[in-house]
């Protein structure tokens, strides 16, 4: 398993970062460079200066959102119905996707302007049950093209590890391929290359930054998770019989309760946790070129709490992320980070 090394060394960034907001669902970020929107669990808020206002609320809550060219606004809702605004404040949507969708968690716009990219990370579990998926070892999830003038839905690739994340990339869409832990290009022939491969994290959601890309990570990986998904008897079991929150995979939170395994790897004899101890939670986001090459990193380490880094964007010169873990919206300043750690 790769570990955190060269442009992914580890540091204490994501602890440095002043909390923005503070909120109980934290799930997506989108902004068109002047308003920038918090989905939180069935609302939907506008933050300026940490100071948040509901603009509308559903009935569900939403897994993904994403600001289109023309101003308008795309909203998934619990990963089974995609709907598009015409403006962030219409009343009522234009265009609704509510057919073969499971488990959207990821939208962006087109190359055309006309159609929007989204990640159906699988088709057996639901947006939330993403761990039961890795644990199934699941191969369900789907890159799809949603034409917004017609209705129509397009798939454009399929059979992926748990899709979570897409963003366009030139002719080619650039998606997240969670389980098998690397970033592909997707072709307009749905012709697949790999872009990023081997990462010792989840990839998550992608956004664009000044000249490439931010790729945020939900979860890390372990040896220990490793080796569980080697042993098909031992999962089958463990999910019958252990609660969930216990189980030995990965956790956008840790550290709540004696009962977690790694206990004995996280502890030293003083009690202290120790930064480099495998990872059941972690935070990071990788600031990519243009070739989607790693340029650097934001960490918050095992002994850190802003873990669950599920969304990433640029907004007025600062980087602007979720950390689901625990519930904070985190805000760092692009232009000393690029100054500090850019090679």
Known sequence: ??????????????????????????????????VLLLAD????????????????????PISALTVLPDRGLAVALAGKEVRVFSAISAPKPSVVFATGLNAVNALAPGADGASLIATDGSATQGVEQWAWDLL???????????????????????????AFGARMGGDEVLVSESWRHRVIAVGRDGSTRIVLPHLP????????????????????????????????????RMMAEIDPQYWIAPRLRSGLSFKEPLQRAHIKTMG???????????????????????????????????????????????????AKGPGRILRLPIAPLDQELRA
């Open 1 to 34: 398993m790769p570990t955190f090394d060269g442009a992914l060394k580890a540091n204490q960034k994501l602890e440095e970062a002043e909390t923005l907001f503070e909120c109980d669902a934290p799930e997506d970020l989108a902004t068109d460079g002047t």
């Open 136 to 162: 199934e070892r699941g191969r369900s999830g789907r890159v799809l093209a949603l034409d917004v003038a017609t209705g129509a839905t397009k798939t454009l690739a399929s059979g992926l590890g748990f």
């Open 272 to 322: 202290v946790v120790k930064p480099w101890a495998p990872p059941r939670s972690y935070g990071l986001v990788i600031r990519l070129g243009a070739d989607g090459v790693p340029l650097y990193s934001l960490h918050s380490r095992v002994d850190g709490t802003n873990h669950g880094v599920a969304a990433a964007v640029e907004h007025q010169g600062d980087l602007v992320m979720i």
């Open 201 to 236: 994290v989840y990839p998550s959601r992608l956004s664009p930054a000044s000249g490439g890309y931010w790729l945020t990570a939900f979860v890390a990986r372990s040896l220990l998770i490793e080796f569980i998904l080697q042993e098909p008897a031992y999962r089958k």
């Open 41 to 60: 669990g069935p609302r939907l808020l506008r933050l300026d200066d940490g100071q948040a206002t509901e603009v509308r609320r559903f009935d569900r």
